[in-house]
């Protein structure tokens, strides 16, 4: 298994707001949580979307608590979470997690926005937060792969606006700010993983390739930010790590199963936010004037 972040590695998610690691996990694993969500009819259930004002829907579904399943496998496994805990130098929990569906032809666009733009009404009070994002399909320009602007996390927090239903971040300061800040893609193979401070300007196109472009997020919140008031995301919740073996072990029991009943019972423990409580964009006002932060 990898080991932990070097000093080096730390020192350039703090510079660029985001650090790749290649291959953190490997094609076996990765293919169980592939043909996991592929297969799951519990997920495609809890699946809704969002306008992305570009006349396109981003798919997606979203929990809250990491579960038992290969989901929570891959959300609490330690080479996650040990590396969350290096970059937000502090004890992580589960915020959330979400799995992105940007199906082939019609997947949906994110616009420029910032992850604490939406956390920032949740009582969140600084931006010490972490997103993973696992590449589950092959993450391509064609397929609509993230796009991050590099270090542009120091920029503070950018007032946000309705986009369609998703949060937005001014369109005249993004602007501003890729003139003077690097525009990456970040092209991506199954099993890598991306670290992104929840404060660095990102988002993706939408996919008009023949080629899916799934992609699983998890969120940590560190302890000491733990939010002042109740939202629709958790407060400090401690986290149950799990060994890295988890992965494999609890992964390849959801397909030796059998009986149906054990296989949905993966999922159980999962507490899936419905559609109408995801209020971290809806809750936006056009008019508001955050100060930024």
């Known amino acids: 298994m990898p080991g932990p972040l070097t000093e080096a590695q730390i020192a350039d998610y703090d510079s660029q707001g985001f650090l790749l690691a290649s291959s953190l996990f490997d094609a076996d694993e990765i293919e169980l949580l592939r043909r996991s969500a592929k297969e799951d009819k519990r997920l495609d259930d809890h699946a809704f979307g969002r306008d992305d004002g570009e006349g396109g829907t ?8 990491p579960g038992n399943g290969v989901y929570g496998a891959f959300a609490r496994c330690n080479r996650i979470v040990e590396r969350a805990e290096q970059l937000l130098r502090d004890e992580p929990y589960h915020y959330h997690s979400k799995m992105i569906m940007k199906d082939a032809r019609v997947g949906g666009a994110w616009a420029w926005h910032q992850d604490y733009g939406y956390w920032y009404g949740n009582g969140v009070l600084t931006p010490n937060l972490v997103s993973c994002f696992i590449a589950v399909d092959p ?33 005249e300061r993004v602007a501003e700010i890729l003139k003077r800040f ?101 809750s936006l006002k056009p008019t508001s004037k955050d100060a930024d932060n």
């Open 182 to 282: 690097e525009l990456v893609h970040v092209e991506m193979n199954p099993g890598d993983v991306l670290f992104f401070h929840s404060n660095l300007l990102h988002r993706s196109d939408q996919n008009h390739s023949e080629n899916p472009r799934w992609s699983m997020i998890c969120c940590y919140n560190a302890k000491s930010n733990d939010p002042y008031k109740e939202s629709h995301h958790p407060r400090y919740t401690p986290l149950d790590r799990l060994p890295d073996s988890a992965v494999r072990e609890i992964g390849g029991q959801r397909f030796e199963d059998t009986d149906v009943h054990q296989n949905d019972s993966q999922g159980q423990s999962m507490a899936w936010l419905d559609p109408n409580r995801d209020a971290s964009a809806t």
């Open 58 to 65: 981003v798919r997606l579904s979203l929990w809250n608590h």
């Open 139 to 171: 993450a391509t320009r064609e397929n609509g792969c993230l796009q991050v602007i590099r270090g542009s996390h120091a920029c503070g927090r950018v007032h946000h606006q309705l986009t369609g239903q998703q949060a937005g971040a001014d369109p």
